[in-house]
């Protein structure tokens, strides 16, 4: 079933933090099992924020022994940022498992996407290590348990931010585990992250296209797809509007998605509409969701929404 959430503040940073966590916590009934943030701040400096992790919650369990380890895979993953040309400008270790790092580059690749890509594949091959986002505004968060847990957890009460999407996951085909949890990041491109309600029925034949053309999935999920699909179009030169109504003729299913870039929220329906999407829209404030609940769970006074049509794409900027 899963739910979904965005919203985005057009006049400002506000604490998007708080508010993501209170949509999603009402949307708690329609996924229980793992709750996700990609929540957007302010670029500090072209620093890239990056938040990986080395370990799944459920590995914890095991002792003192995965306890070295994580602390082996960790200090692996520092030595290639390092050994990369990178500085770590600031660290926080989020959980026993999951980090989140501001990484300076004093080599030319916060502005090459080759060289980026070679740098999140060399972090990648550490044994354990998995990056959840890399961008200058996205920081991606996701973990098992409903949305105030996993808020509480990586402190994400206070985040200041412009915009954000959620996820709370019902597991039906793939593990309950972090790797399997939305959001997703579209692996290697920065900023680009997707939520997604439904099922894509020609998933692997894109997937497959997409391998082809070099292109690197972290999942077998099929809103993973989503994410890499719509950098691909955007890395060709397509305006994210564009490749958002390319994607509802392509991609085949019932599914709403929302997508959220540096700059952007967009929205996006199939053409059966068959999953919902409520969706408030002020002067200042843009909120969706799977259930207006969620909505009115940022909102105490009245307000007036409405559904968006089947196969439609709407995209707000910040």
Avoid at 215 to 234: G, K, P, Q, T
Avoid at 236 to 256: R, W
Wanted: glycine fraction near 10%; aromatic fraction near 10%.
């Amino acid at each position: 079933m899963c739910g979904i959430a965005g919203l985005i503040h057009r006049d400002g940073s506000a604490g998007i933090g708080g508010e993501m966590t209170s949509m999603l916590q009402a949307l708690k009934h329609r996924g229980p099992d793992s709750s996700g943030f990609a929540l957007y701040g302010v670029p500090r400096n072209g620093d890239y924020m990056l938040r990986f992790k080395v370990a799944e919650q459920e590995d914890m369990a095991h002792g003192f022994d995965i306890q070295n380890e994580v602390k082996k895979r960790k200090a692996q993953v520092d030595e290639r940022i390092q050994s990369s040309g990178a500085t770590i400008a600031e660290e926080e270790d989020a959980t026993e498992y999951a980090f989140r790092y501001r990484i300076s580059f004093s080599n030319g690749a916060a502005d090459d996407q080759q060289q980026l890509k070679r740098f999140a594949d060399y972090l990648e091959d550490v044994e354990g290590a998995e990056i959840l986002s890399m961008g200058r505004a996205l920081e991606l968060v996701k973990d098992l348990g409903d949305a105030s847990r996993v808020s509480d957890q990586y402190r994400l009460g206070a985040f200041e931010g412009t915009h954000a999407i959620g996820h709370t996951r019902m597991a039906t085909e793939s593990d309950v585990d972090i790797r399997s949890a939305h959001p997703y990041w579209a692996y290697p491109f920065s900023d680009i992250a997707v939520v997604h309600n439904g099922q894509l029925t020609n998933y692997w034949g894109f997937r497959r296209d997409m391998e082809r053309r070099g292109h690197r999935f972290m999942s077998n999920c099929d809103s993973e797809l989503i994410a890499v699909y719509l950098a691909d179009r955007m890395a060709g030169g397509m305006a994210l509007k564009d490749a958002m109504a390319l994607s509802v003729g392509e991609l085949d299913g019932v599914f709403t998605y929302l997508v959220a870039t540096a700059d952007s929220l967009g929205m996006a329906k199939d053409t059966m509409a068959a999953k919902p999407m409520v969706l408030y829209e002020s002067d200042t404030f843009v909120g969706v969701a799977s259930e207006e609940v969620a909505i009115r769970s940022v909102f105490r006074d009245e307000i007036d929404t409405w559904d968006p049509y089947e196969g439609e794409v709407m995209v707000w900027q910040i």
